[in-house]
């Protein structure tokens, strides 16, 4: 293994402990990242609470979900969620996939999640909500086979985030601590539009522009709290 995979997949073992450290991930939740050098590829921790992951339980998937080398360690049952968006989004380059608590709410109701904050600025257009009954009718709400991964896939298009109806969201980014940023974003901005809406009152977003203007200002600086949620999160043994 090379030195720029190895930081990487380090860079992924950190990315789990922090969404844990968070509470974005608790027993459920996980995070992927594309193969640098195989893009037909991701890694993806073996089945396990996101807390617990070290390097030893990561996994090398195809797309398709299944091992590249034979490896009979159990898999997370929704790893379909990770292939099926990087097959569609030659773009994206990280997956995190969460249950979180402030953000579920904006799956099951009409309210639409948009961007409340600056902070929320990745979200210029809102959340789209993907409907797993719309086209496999009553199942156990999770993501656990290729079509439903691209279905999911085809609703969250070009944009950052995804609400799963009744079940949580997956955000995207261009690197792990971009994903990583934008799914404790969406939590907080979750958390904050909530908290607005409880006042009563009429309620103000950020509008494209200022989300788009916001959104160049925020990526220019996602060193910072990378580095804070490093410094906190990351294993000591
Ligand atoms: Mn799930």
Known sequence: MNDTLAALLDDLVVANRILAGLGIVDGFGHISVRHPDHPERFFLSRSLAPELVTRDDIMELDLGGSPVTPDTRKPYLERFIHGEIYRKRPDVISVVHSHAPSVV???????????????????????????????????????????????????????????????GFCSVGQTIPVAVFRAVYTQNNAELQSRTLALGGDVTYLSEDEATLSEATNRAVIDRPWGLWKKRFAPTA
Do not use: K, W, Y
Request: proline fraction near 6%.
């Open 105 to 167: 709410p904006f799956s099951n109701s009409s309210v639409r999640l948009r961007p409340i904050c600056h902070m929320g600025s990745f979200l210029p257009n809102g959340a789209s909500v993907f409907e797993i009954r719309e086209r496999f009718g009553a199942t156990d709400m999770l993501i656990t086979n290729p079509a439903q991964g691209e279905a999911l896939a085809e609703v969250l298009a070009s944009d950052t985030v995804v609400l799963m109806r009744g079940h």
